[in-house]
């Protein structure tokens, strides 16, 4: 057993079985939902008449659109908005550090929606760069399991982003939910989650994620 | 025939003192429960988060620049109630470090709305309202489910991000924007902030 390092006074340890846990609060991320499943986008046009996960400050703005897939693959870019072909038309694309190959194992170009990791459907943590670099074995794309100590909840779930550097305890707004933490009355990832260090999560790296019958790419970071 | 006339009139003096105190006592029970009120709105808790992202310098092309989002946050002081002409408000008011804001948010008494009147007033230094403030609807929130929280976009300064930045985030992260939540739920009432 070995210390990884500490956040906010949390530690985050290596347990001697490889595995790596910590306790935390749980702030929500709403990033690579994309309606790939039929639930809301995580940003949109301000015009868009639909619900969304996030407020569009998150997203960006004119000149500098860090939140949301650009034409020119940059901040400087102009939006890409959903087709009518796409899964959720007329919604920008929020983009995950996990990214998921085609069903033939090819990768997809970054405009595509289904490049990344539905929040809105798929239980997924976010992890602080520390611990990207502090094992050995991969991330992202590894098994996780988060569970909810005040509701004894818990779920599989998969290493999909990375956070601030500062910053431990993130999960999807599907994860939110599948433990019983609060989300947000009209941008759930926005106002939802717990600051009281009530979460435990534990990591499981090289070992590629299975959630709802998915298996997650393991990818270099 | 001295110890029977003492006897009857501590009796009388004893009945006397009985009466005054059941009828003061009643009137006093009255007069409590006419300023009783019959509602009180629930606790609630405001927090003021400042959401930001991180620049991933070591991002290869291709990959994601920007970190998921996240947020520091500054609570307002705990709610109280304020009772005036039998009906009981309830309030939060104050301000946090790092918005040269002043807050108030009310719960009102239920009327004719089952749910109550809700009020949030924000002004500026000058005591002028913030833009968007103040903003008064029937009270959205529930003490539980998805309606527990709601959030209140905060307009700020160059000055005051510029300013948020440099004091309250670190090197590579920038301010997404600033929101004021009101929350009812009990995670959200019993957190706690750093000193």
Redesign the interface.
Known sequence: MGKIGTINDRDIIEQDDGSVTFTAGATLDGDGANGQFGQPPCYAPASFHGPTLDVLGNAGHPGNWYGVVTDTGNEKGTPIVQKAADPYPGAYISATSLHLPDNDGESLPSSSPFKYVDSATVPFIVVPPMILKGVKPIVLGCRAIVTNSKTGKSTEAVVADVGPHNHLGEISVACAKAIGIPTGTTYPANSGGVSSPTIQYQLFPGIPAVVNGVTYPLQHS | MLNSYVLRKSLLTFSVVLCCDFLLGSRSHVAFAAEEPSYTPPPFACEV?Y????H?R?AEP??????????E?EGLPASRVVISDGLATRIVEGRVAHLPYQFLVKIGPKSNSEVGTFEISVLDGSGKPVTGFPQVMPN??TKTG??????F?LPVTEAVRTNIEKTLL?G???L??V?L?V?M?E??I???FAK
């Not at chain 2, 959401?51 to 991180?54: G, Q, T, V």
């Not at chain 2, 998805?146 to 959030?151: A, G, I, P, Q, V």
Request: charged share 40%; glycine share 4%; aromatic share 10%.
């Open positions: 988060r959401h930001f992202r991180e991933l070591d291709g990959e994601k620049s920007v970190s998921a989002p996240a947020f946050r959205p929130l998805d309606s527990s929280r709601k959030e976009e670190k590579d992260q920038f997404t924007h929101d939540i929350g739920d995670d959200f019993s957190q706690q």
